[in-house]
C-alpha cells in the first residue's frame, strides 16, 4: 500500500472555514463534488478547468476518485490544491495515479513562473501506480506540508 500524507501544520485542529477563504478559493464541495466516500468522475476535472488561476479547497471526508485530478502545465492556468487535513484522495479502480501535474493545457501561454502547490491531506494510492506524477517540463511544483 502506498500512502502519501501531506499535513497542514498551521496548529489548528478544527478545519478552516470558509468564511476566511477569499474569492480566489473554491471549496470544492460547494461545487458538487462528493466528500462522501462515493465515485468522483469528469467532475472534479470540470472544476478544475472552469477556475484556472485559482485555488481548490476539499473539506473533511473522502474523495474516491475516477480518474485521476489532472492540473495543467501552463503556468497562467494554475490551480491549486489545498486539502484539509482530514480529507483524503483514494480511488476504488485501479489509476495511472491520483493526481498529474502538468498534464493538460500543454502551451505555456505565460512569460511568469508560478509555483502550483499541493498542500495537506492524505493521497492513498493504495489503487494507483502512482500517488502523485509532476510532469518534469513544469518545474515550479511545491508540496507543502
Given at each position: 500500500?502506498?500512502?502519501?500524507?501531506?499535513?497542514?501544520?498551521?496548529?489548528?485542529?478544527?478545519?478552516?472555514?470558509?468564511?476566511?477563504?477569499?474569492?480566489?478559493?473554491?471549496?470544492?464541495?460547494?461545487?458538487?463534488?462528493?466528500?462522501?466516500?462515493?465515485?468522483?468522475?469528469?467532475?472534479?476535472?470540470?472544476?478544475?478547468?472552469?477556475?484556472?488561476?485559482?485555488?481548490?479547497?476539499?473539506?473533511?471526508?473522502?474523495?474516491?476518485?475516477?480518474?485521476?485530478?489532472?492540473?495543467?502545465?501552463?503556468?497562467?492556468?494554475?490551480?491549486?490544491?489545498?486539502?484539509?487535513?482530514?480529507?483524503?484522495?483514494?480511488?476504488?479502480?485501479?489509476?495511472?495515479?491520483?493526481?498529474?501535474i502538468g498534464f493538460s493545457?500543454?502551451?505555456?501561454?505565460?512569460?511568469?513562473?508560478?509555483?502550483?502547490?499541493?498542500?495537506?491531506?492524505?493521497?492513498?494510492?493504495?489503487?494507483?501506480?502512482?500517488?502523485?506524477?509532476?510532469?518534469?517540463?513544469k518545474q515550479l511544483v511545491?508540496?507543502?506540508?
Amino acid at each position: 500500500m502506498s500512502c502519501l500524507a501531506l499535513c497542514c501544520c498551521s496548529g489548528k485542529e478544527e478545519p478552516i472555514g470558509q468564511d476566511s477563504f477569499s474569492q480566489d478559493y473554491v471549496v470544492v464541495t460547494q461545487h458538487g463534488i462528493k466528500n462522501d466516500g462515493s465515485e468522483i468522475g469528469k467532475e472534479l476535472n470540470d472544476l478544475v478547468k472552469a477556475n484556472y488561476g485559482r485555488t481548490l479547497y476539499f473539506p473533511p471526508g473522502v474523495y474516491r476518485l475516477s480518474e485521476p485530478i489532472v492540473l495543467p502545465y501552463d503556468y497562467s492556468k494554475n490551480v491549486n490544491l489545498i486539502l484539509d487535513h482530514n480529507a483524503e484522495v483514494t480511488s476504488s479502480k485501479q489509476l495511472e495515479a491520483l493526481l498529474k501535474i502538468g498534464f493538460s493545457e500543454m502551451k505555456n501561454t505565460s512569460l511568469m513562473r508560478l509555483f502550483s502547490f499541493v498542500e495537506g491531506g492524505t493521497f492513498n494510492a493504495e489503487n494507483a501506480d502512482i500517488g502523485i506524477w509532476v510532469n518534469g517540463l513544469k518545474q515550479l511544483v511545491s508540496l507543502r506540508t
